[in-house]
């Protein structure tokens, strides 16, 4: 039976952002695992990939904050496989803390959530930067008590800890990289590019300002069906589609298209599930914190070498995982980070996942990982 857990916020009072715009009674939603040891000698910090939540662990099926798009798929924690009693990110060692991004609709303050004339922010609310989510989250962490910590970043909470570990050398232990690069490559700007428009050209999406109980969902599916291709392996999809067959949209939603193909019908249905978790506003911010991302300029560094050499002074190891399959950062992407890092005196280990999951691999098959990151863990908790 899994346990239950709870969600926390955290305020972080009046939040700057980089941009230098400024939202008052900001505030952090978080999940928290096991016991705190001291100021911090056993504490994870998993950073949550693109869309996800804070809730990494056990089950959660309340969270009022997220109002309508709390869905029953988010009852379960995403990494139920990786965090618990006995499992890699073992709870009976490790005191582990997982925080929702600013700018999300999980329950940190974001676009849904009340501006100042008591009208949900809308595209009101600033773009976000993986440097305002590493000081965000720095403060949680120290309001915690926790003065070191080992970072595990899958996917875009890799982007998220690299600027977090430049920013804060001193202050990290390890760092754990799963599926994630240093840089956004030009497909995945295009991407989102193609993501961004899909929900601006839908009607409803207003400029921005819709009202939350009339979003842009056409738009938003289809961003979520241009975005899903980067995440599964697009030679096993056809398999996977298959199994499901042709099934019709439900009821009149979207009214655009109805399916002709079970890979048409599976990636309808992804689209569809994702326009009633996610909100439009929410997602513009979150993909743009993926295209607009620059390690060297978010680390506030004169270039990639001073950052690469802030993390080899402050001695924090590295463990890189790459996924053989991988349609979001290729292994040749990872590699070349890990490369780079050695090259500047950084100690980094390297291990190449062979999967035929794709990206999603690190969700679905925590097996393939578990050997090479407990024996991480384990060196950093001697040393």
């Excluded at 915690?144 to 970043?153: A, D, S």
């Excluded at 890799?158 to 760092?175: K, T």
């Excluded at 890979?263 to 599930?273: A, D, R």
Aim: proline letters at 6%; one cysteine or more.
């Amino acid at each position: 039976m899994q346990p239950r857990t709870c969600s926390q916020n955290h305020s972080l009072g009046s939040f700057r952002f980089c941009s230098g715009e400024e939202v008052p009674n900001a505030c952090l939603a978080y999940e928290t695992y096991g016991v705190l040891q001291g100021r911090g000698e056993n504490a994870l910090l998993v950073l949550h990939a693109l869309t996800g939540s804070h809730h990494a662990f056990g089950m959660n099926p309340d969270l009022p904050e997220a109002g309508n798009f709390w869905q029953p798929e988010n009852y379960t924690g995403w990494w139920e496989g990786m965090i618990g009693p006995g499992k890699p990110l073992n709870t009976n060692k490790y005191f582990i803390v997982c925080i929702n991004y600013l700018g999300s609709c999980y329950g940190s303050t974001g676009p849904v959530s009340p501006a100042p004339d008591g009208q949900p922010w809308g595209s009101r609310f600033p773009m976000v930067t993986a440097a305002d989510q590493a000081r965000a989250q720095m403060q949680l962490l120290q309001a915690l008590g926790i003065e070191r910590f080992t970072i595990v970043g899958p996917s875009m909470g890799g982007l998220v800890g690299l600027v977090m570990a430049a920013l804060y050398p001193e202050h990290v232990r390890g760092m754990i990289l799963i599926g994630a690069g240093y840089k956004a490559l030009i497909e995945q700007k295009l991407s989102v590019f193609e993501q961004t428009l899909a929900i601006e050209l839908d009607p409803r999406f207003r400029r921005g300002r819709y009202p939350l109980s009339d979003p842009p969902r056409d738009g938003l599916a289809l961003a979520r069906i241009i975005c899903h291709k980067l995440f599964v392996n697009q030679r096993g999809l056809a398999k996977r589609a298959k199994r499901g067959g042709v099934q019709s949209a439900r009821g009149d939603f979207p009214a655009w298209y109805q399916p002709q193909t079970s890979m048409e019908s599976y990636m309808l249905h992804q689209g569809t599930k994702f326009s009633l978790r996610f909100d439009a506003n929410a997602y513009i911010r979150i993909v743009h914190m993926w295209t607009d991302y620059d390690l060297r300029l978010q680390a506030g560094a004169k270039s990639l070498k001073e950052v690469f050499s802030r993390y080899a002074e402050a001695g924090i190891p590295f463990l890189l995982f790459s996924i053989s399959t991988d349609g979001c950062f290729s292994p040749r992407t990872v590699e070349t980070l890990h490369r780079t890092l050695r090259r500047h005196g950084v100690n980094s280990r390297h291990v190449r996942v062979r999967s035929a999951k794709g990206h999603d691999s690190f969700l679905l098959e925590p097996a393939l990982y578990e050997q090479r990151l407990v024996e991480f863990l384990d060196s950093i908790m001697r040393g």
